[in-house]
T-cell receptor, first 113, second 114 residues
Framework: RKEVEQDPGPFNVPEGATVAFNCTYS??????FFWYRQDCRKEPKLLMS???SGNEDGRFTAQLNRASQYISLLIRDSKLSDSATYLC??????????????FGTGTRLQVTL | NAGVTQTPKFQVLKTGQSMTLQCAQD?????MSWYRQDPGMGLRLIHY???????DQGEVPNGYNVSRSTTEDFPLRLLSAAPSQTSVYFC?????????????FGNGTRLTVT
């Protein structure tokens, strides 16, 4: 089993739709969780960190389920500009040291008119 | 404030050639790292550094060397290029003193080895 698994997609959704992605992780000791966004042929950029209690940033909501070992990303009112690949990132420590981060392969989202 | 700057953006090498990928950051970040990204695989850590003069191996270090003589610069050297090193390379930096400190990536180097 991969350390971090994501459905590669693509998820094709119409503008205005709500879409959710899940990411499962195998290491139960994982402590830090992130969602990064990567546009085609560009570098990854942090979308949001995922906190234990869940957190929201505008149209984006991230949740952590430790019992089932997955994190989720919900995007409401999808925009064309949300089209990108969303990378799930998991780490063992609740710190900024990034040497042990594990990246998922990404879920591709395509928002259409 | 340029962030993380990588050069070159594109490079084609013949098997056996050597080259250095440059990476510089102006955010005074202690932590810097190199990743490669291949289709169907997540970003994989090649080498990383937690400060000037300190480097360590990541998941896929073979065929690559790094050095960290200053806080700002973290070059990646390919000693003898092989077709298996065809990939997109990203340099990243972060501030390890902050909880949930994000990685700041450079805009990547697309390397093809023929």
């Amino acid at each position: 089993r991969k350390e971090v698994e994501q459905d590669p997609g693509p998820f094709n959704v119409p503008e205005g739709a709500t879409v959710a992605f899940n990411c499962t992780y195998s290491n139960s000791a994982s402590q830090s969780f992130f969602w990064y966004r990567q546009d085609c042929r560009k570098e990854p950029k942090l979308l949001m960190s995922v906190y234990s209690s869940g957190n929201e940033d505008g149209r984006f909501t991230a949740q952590l389920n430790r019992a089932s070992q997955y994190i989720s990303l919900l995007i409401r009112d999808s925009k064309l500009s949300d089209s990108a690949t969303y990378l799930c990132v998991v780490g063992p420590f609740n710190t900024g040291t990034a040497s042990k981060l594990t990246f998922g392969t990404g879920t591709r989202l395509q928002v259409t008119l | 404030n340029a962030g993380v700057t990588q050069t070159p953006k594109f490079q084609v090498l013949k098997t056996g050639q050597s080259m250095t990928l440059q990476c510089a950051q102006d955010m005074n970040h202690e932590y810097m790292s190199w990743y490669r990204q291949d289709p169907g695989m997540g970003l994989r850590l090649i080498h990383y550094s937690v400060g000037a003069g300190i480097t360590d191996q990541g998941e896929v270090p073979n065929g690559y060397n790094v050095s960290r003589s200053t806080t700002e610069d973290f070059p990646l050297r390919l000693l003898s290029a092989a077709p298996s090193q065809t990939s997109v390379y990203f340099c990243a930096s972060s501030n390890p003193g902050l909880t949930y400190s994000p990685l700041h990536f450079g805009n990547g180097t697309r390397l093809t080895v023929t």
